[in-house]
């Protein structure tokens, strides 16, 4: 299984970004798939996974009412709606796939976000 990530960039507080997330490979429908993020001087944290077969997401509680986890299983994606960010957001943001929540079998490179105050 290879994971693209794409969609970071520059945004001012309050604003939106959308990061996607292309598997190839097999996905099953058992697995999750999700992400985690690491900001500067911080650990990795987990951010959101969603279940590939029945869809059922879950958020950490810093992103939760803000964040958005979804999937489009004919195109084996794996989209995050980031709205109302604020600066410490700031991470890079790594989308992974696998059977556990988090800490996931599969990664992608990465892809960095900014939010400026």
């Known amino acids: 299984v290879q994971l693209q990530a794409s969609g970071g960039g520059l945004v001012q507080a309050g604003g939106s970004l959308r990061l996607s997330c292309a598997a190839s490979g097999r996905i099953f429908s058992s697995w999750s798939m999700g992400w985690t993020r690491q900001g500067p001087g911080k650990e990795r944290e987990f951010v959101a996974n969603?279940?590939?077969?029945?869809?059922?997401?879950y958020y950490v509680d810093s992103v939760k009412g803000r964040f958005t986890i979804s999937r489009d299983n004919g195109k084996k994606m794996v989209f995050l709606q980031m709205d109302s960010l604020k600066p410490e957001d700031t991470a890079v943001y790594y989308c992974?796939?696998?059977?556990?929540?988090?800490?996931?079998?599969?990664w992608g490179q990465g892809t960095q976000v900014t939010v400026s105050s």
């Open positions: 969603i279940r590939w077969g029945a869809g059922t997401t």
């Open positions: 992974g796939a696998g059977a556990s929540i988090g800490d996931y079998a599969y």
